[in-house]
Antibody
């Protein structure tokens, strides 16, 4: 069974750093893209960026480039989303999500098609 | 960047009704479109991909159609468990504005 299990809720102050995690199981972690999606309170879904754990190829949405860092440790099948200095506007639910599959020769479906989601990590930033 | 415009933003309907939600892309996306359902406090769930392909385990009352820039999600006969928020997503270009703004389907 494919599972993406995210780390627990966080409460932080503005200016603090944070790294949240997403552990994949039940599939070949290095063969599928993993993305991060933000959902601010009462709002819609926003695509933040995506990483291919097999070679750490990482792409960011222009809206989030420079604001967060996406990484992965394939030895423990875990992807990360990191902030160096949080703002109150970072308060949101963050979901990790499994994207497309890549073999040694090709990728299908495309990276951005999500078939499994983590349960979400609520990040609250408040002074 | 590809913009996704979803309509309506909210919709009231009754059990048994047929409902349609529309998603328009700012440029052609070659059927690279998915639909997700999200219930309060839960992660989204994939319903359809490639515009019209039903994800495994999703009831057949859900269907999708469209091509080019215009796509629709249809629920043929609403069930109580279908009241949720629905999002379209283009995965033709994995960049910003990938998702539509959502359609909240409420009980009339």
């Amino acid at each position: 069974e494919v599972q993406l299990v995210q780390s627990g809720a966080e409460v932080k102050k503005p200016g603090e750093s944070l790294k949240i995690s997403c552990k994949g199981s039940g599939y070949s972690f290095t063969s599928y893209w993993i993305g991060w999606v933000r959902q601010m309170p009462g709002k819609g879904l926003e695509w933040m960026g995506i990483i291919y754990p097999g070679d750490s190829d990482t792409r960011y949405s222009p809206s989030f480039q420079g604001q967060v860092t996406i990484s992965a440790d394939k030895s423990i099948s875990t992807a990360y989303l990191q902030w160096s200095s949080l703002k109150a506007s970072d308060t949101a639910m963050y979901y990790c999500a499994r994207g497309g599959y890549c073999s040694s020769t090709s990728c299908y479906p495309p990276p951005g098609l999500i078939d499994y989601w983590g349960q979400g990590t609520l990040v609250t930033v408040s002074s | 960047d590809i913009q996704m415009t979803q309509s309506p933003s909210s919709l009231s309907a009754s059990v048994g009704d047929r409902v349609t939600i529309t998603c328009r892309a700012s440029q052609g996306i070659s059927n690279s479109l998915a639909w997700y359902q999200q219930k309060p406090g839960k992660a989204p769930k994939l319903l359809l991909y490639a515009a019209s392909r039903l994800e495994s385990g999703v009831p057949s009352r859900f269907s999708g159609s469209g091509s080019g820039t215009d796509y629709t999600l249809t629920i043929s006969s609403l069930q109580p468990e279908d009241f949720a928020t629905y999002y379209c997503q283009q995965y033709y270009s994995t960049l910003r504005d990938t998702f539509g703004q959502g359609t909240k389907l409420e009980i009339k």
